[in-house]
């Protein structure tokens, strides 16, 4: 089919329904809308025709009024096409980036983000089906994502991959400069989750990740008090959730991975670039893995509750070496001191009820606090490994990750906590594992307590 209409084609109904159709069925193959996964630049690109410009600004008022096919109290005509034949029709256009007009913001964007709102407010209220609305928001946050990160920058970094500097400047084309409706909509979704379907707030997040990865003036544009709080929403939200099945984790992940990229491009900036200081996240996050219990709650809803959280606590600290992975290090590690990260690692240590069940424990397990195991020769072999000590060992780590290759961050835990309290705190927590001692041993190195840690660590 000829691919470049003339505007008495686009006018006839039948014939757009017929041409929209045969373009989609065409490309479809490079859409993935399931897929987190960095998708090849060869694959998408080269055989997406270039289209005339009035093709793309009828298309683009045709959006909005197609929203009428998912309002369950109007009717409609007939004389749209379906939003999702469109939004998959401009993810392929964008697919060549040739296609966008670098100078201004498509009209097509702003409708995409109007149609997005309309959705989700559907979504939260009940109404309309959702096996209309759902589709439809998922295709149209792909789309903006392809707009706003066109090099795959924050899939990239999820994979594991770093792009440079050097990789980035070499870029042809640049991210659509960010419209404020999109941080709006990121709000009004975000700080409402609990009323939206859970793979919905994940596809809110990666995009909001990627609008930040995608380029830093849009970043620094997206990260504002109000949006860093919604993040920290997210993740109360997936703790309170009820669920029958073990919970999926992915949201709770990558909501963390979000928060690391948005200290990255704060930690890179000026001050006068930020409208959040990292200080203020780090407080949030510190005071959310404290998190108490919520009141005027059920067992068994108390019982979820502290469970989602134990995974929660454990992917937060989890996320801190992550944190502190960057460039000048050293300062962000004073960031840390300067918000009392110890205090908070050791009350968390503190409040943990997860090595106060002794009668879980398996009765062949010897008899014999941490103490003991630093002073006599008892085997650490002897000692069971139990999942139990999950959060003390994650926190160990994390505080060795805080002192690495800093003295002063040493001396500042010598002088605020110390060995003897800390270890007057794990004694509290009864008898410890072969990995907790093991944790240990990597935290206190190298210092007198050294050799007494690798004198009960197993041969292996």
């Given at each position: 089919?000829?691919?470049?209409?003339?505007?008495?084609?686009?006018?006839?109904?039948?014939?757009?329904?017929?041409?929209?159709?045969?373009?989609?069925?065409?490309?479809?193959?490079?859409?993935?809308?399931?897929?987190?996964?960095?998708?090849?630049?060869?694959?998408?690109?080269?055989?997406?025709?270039?289209?005339?410009?009035?093709?793309?600004?009828?298309?683009?008022?045709?959006?909005?009024?197609?929203?009428?096919?998912?309002?369950?109290?109007?009717?409609?005509?007939?004389?749209?096409?379906?939003?999702?034949?469109?939004?998959?029709?401009?993810?392929?256009?964008?697919?060549?980036?040739?296609?966008?007009?670098?100078?201004?913001?498509?009209?097509?964007?702003?409708?995409?983000?109007?149609?997005?709102?309309?959705?989700?407010?559907?979504?939260?209220?009940?109404?309309?089906?959702?096996?209309?609305?759902?589709?439809?928001?998922?295709?149209?946050?792909?789309?903006?994502?392809?707009?706003?990160?066109?090099?795959?920058?924050?899939?990239?970094?999820?994979?594991?991959?770093?792009?440079?500097?050097?990789?980035?400047?070499?870029?042809?084309?640049?991210?659509?400069?960010?419209?404020?409706?999109?941080?709006?909509?990121?709000?009004?979704?975000?700080?409402?989750?609990?009323?939206?379907?859970?793979?919905?707030?994940?596809?809110?997040?990666?995009?909001?990740?990627?609008?930040?990865?995608?380029?830093?003036?849009?970043?620094?544009?997206?990260?504002?008090?109000?949006?860093?709080?919604?993040?920290?929403?997210?993740?109360?939200?997936?703790?309170?959730?009820?669920?029958?099945?073990?919970?999926?984790?992915?949201?709770?992940?990558?909501?963390?991975?979000?928060?690391?990229?948005?200290?990255?491009?704060?930690?890179?900036?000026?001050?006068?670039?930020?409208?959040?200081?990292?200080?203020?996240?780090?407080?949030?996050?510190?005071?959310l893995l404290n998190w108490n219990r919520p009141l005027n709650s059920?067992?068994?809803?108390?019982?979820?509750?502290?469970?989602?959280?134990?995974?929660?606590?454990?992917?937060?600290?989890?996320?801190?070496?992550?944190?502190?992975?960057?460039?000048?290090?050293?300062?962000?590690?004073?960031?840390?001191?300067?918000?009392?990260?110890?205090?908070?690692?050791?009350?968390?240590?503190?409040?943990?009820?997860?090595?106060?069940?002794?009668?879980?424990?398996?009765?062949?397990?010897?008899?014999?606090?941490?103490?003991?195991?630093?002073?006599?020769?008892?085997?650490?072999?002897?000692?069971?490994?139990?999942?139990?000590?999950?959060?003390?060992?994650?926190?160990?780590?994390?505080?060795?990750?805080?002192?690495?290759?800093?003295?002063?961050?040493?001396?500042?835990?010598?002088?605020?906590?110390?060995?003897?309290?800390?270890?007057?705190?794990?004694?509290?927590?009864?008898?410890?594992?072969?990995?907790?001692?093991?944790?240990?041993?990597?935290?206190?190195?190298?210092?007198?307590?050294?050799?007494?840690?690798?004198?009960?660590?197993?041969?292996?």
């Amino acid at each position: 089919m000829d691919w470049y209409p003339n505007q008495c084609q686009l006018k006839d109904v039948s014939y757009l329904q017929q041409w929209l159709e045969a373009f989609v069925a065409s490309f479809e193959r490079l859409i993935d809308v399931q897929s987190l996964e960095p998708r090849r630049l060869e694959e998408s690109g080269s055989e997406v025709p270039l289209l005339p410009r009035d093709v793309l600004v009828f298309l683009s008022t045709q959006l909005w009024h197609s929203a009428l096919h998912l309002s369950s109290t109007t009717e409609h005509n007939g004389n749209t096409p379906h939003p999702l034949l469109l939004i998959k029709f401009f993810i392929i256009v964008c697919r060549n980036m040739e296609n966008i007009d670098p100078e201004k913001t498509p009209s097509f964007v702003f409708e995409t983000i109007k149609l997005l709102n309309f959705c989700l407010e559907q979504l939260k209220k009940g109404q309309s089906e959702k096996s209309s609305l759902e589709p439809v928001v998922q295709y149209g946050l792909v789309l903006c994502e392809s707009l706003f990160d066109p090099y795959q920058t924050w899939r990239r970094r999820l994979a594991g991959e770093e792009v440079s500097l050097l990789e980035r400047n070499k870029y042809k084309f640049s991210p659509l400069a960010l419209p404020e409706e999109l941080p709006a909509l990121f709000h009004e979704s975000l700080q409402d989750s609990k009323n939206i379907p859970e793979f919905l707030t994940l596809r809110l997040v990666h995009l909001q990740g990627a609008v930040i990865s995608g380029g830093k003036k849009n970043g620094l544009l997206s990260i504002s008090p109000q949006s860093v709080e919604d993040l920290f929403s997210v993740l109360q939200v997936w703790c309170c959730r009820i669920s029958a099945e073990p919970k999926d984790t992915r949201l709770p992940r990558l909501t963390l991975q979000c928060l690391t990229v948005m200290i990255h491009l704060l930690h890179s900036s000026s001050p006068v670039e930020r409208q959040v200081e990292i200080k203020t996240i780090l407080e949030s996050y510190f005071q959310l893995l404290n998190w108490n219990r919520p009141l005027n709650s059920d067992q068994e809803d108390r019982r979820s509750w502290e469970e989602s959280l134990i995974l929660l606590q454990s992917q937060m600290l989890t996320a801190v070496p992550e944190i502190l992975q960057c460039a000048d290090r050293p300062v962000l590690q004073a960031i840390f001191l300067n918000n009392n990260c110890f205090e908070h690692i050791l009350r968390l240590i503190q409040n943990s009820k997860l090595f106060q069940s002794n009668s879980c424990r398996p009765d062949r397990e010897v008899v014999c606090d941490l103490t003991t195991h630093f002073l006599t020769d008892v085997k650490v072999d002897q000692v069971l490994e139990k999942g139990a000590d999950s959060i003390t060992v994650h926190a160990l780590g994390v505080l060795t990750a805080i002192m690495s290759n800093s003295s002063s961050a040493k001396e500042v835990f010598k002088e605020r906590i110390g060995y003897s309290q800390l270890f007057d705190v794990l004694k509290s927590q009864g008898q410890p594992t072969k990995r907790l001692l093991q944790e240990l041993m990597n935290m206190v190195k190298p210092s007198f307590f050294q050799h007494k840690v690798m004198t009960f660590l197993p041969k292996i």
